[in-house]
């Protein structure tokens, strides 16, 4: 069985939104027309507090400037994807009635979560695994924003979980800070994951 996996479609990654990624609105309709092809479709959604420790309003920081937290590095991001905000809907167009299940990440205050698997502590789960598995869905695959970081860090913790994970280039779109897109790349292409363009 096979699941597509749609990361982050909101609002706020979008034209327009808080931490807009170029063209994020481009890959709607593709992502809207692959979902037939697949027996799940899982959304995922950021989905942070106002006091969340990776908006640099919060930390008297620039943002993507990155700074020590006790799991590791994390780069300051404007405000974005706040609970219930507008910036935290889906993106208008995104067929969200076909999706099976929605999974929410990053509302504790205390840690990221880019991974729709792990908070970036890589070990408090969100529950994706565990739904994947009673689903028996062994194929993942990705499309979604941003390619270098939530789909990046999705997928290679799909393949540390045991499943097949295959990313369409053509479906994402990336952030691209101080080279961040050809660094997940490589980790991705090291870890395992399949890159499709
Ligand atoms: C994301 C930065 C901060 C993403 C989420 O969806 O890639 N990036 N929060
Ligand atoms: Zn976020």
């Known amino acids: ?23 994020g609105d481009g890959i709607v309709a593709p992502i809207n027309a692959m979902m037939g092809d697949f027996d799940a479709v899982v959304l995922t959604q950021d989905w942070h507090p106002s006091d969340h420790l990776s908006f640099a309003s919060n ?3 620039e943002a993507f400037s990155t700074i020590k937290m006790p799991y590791g590095a994390q780069v ?14 889906f993106h208008p167009a995104l ?7 929605v999974i929410r990440k990053g509302y504790n205050p205390a840690v990221d979560s880019y991974s729709a698997f792990f908070e970036n502590d890589h070990v408090t789960p969100t529950g994706l695994a565990g739904y994947l598995r009673e689903r028996v869905i062994t194929d993942l695959t990705f499309v979604g924003l941003a390619t ?6 999705s997928a290679i913790d799909a393949v ?10 053509s479906a994402c779109r990336a952030i691209d800070l101080d080279g961040s897109l050809d ?5 991705m292409r090291d870890a395992g994951v399949r890159l499709d363009a």
């Open 160 to 169: 540390k979980e045991g499943f097949s994970a295959t990313v369409i280039q």
């Open 1 to 23: 069985m096979k699941a597509l996996i749609v990361i982050d479609v909101q609002n706020d990654f979008c034209p327009g939104g808080k931490l807009a990624v170029a063209d």
């Open 59 to 61: 930390q008297g920081g």
């Open 183 to 187: 660094a997940a790349l490589s980790a």
């Open 76 to 89: 300051l991001w404007p405000d974005h994807c706040v609970i219930g905000s507008d910036g935290a809907a």
């Open 95 to 101: 067929n969200t009635a076909h999706a099976d299940m």
């Open 148 to 153: 270098d970081f939530c789909v990046a860090w």
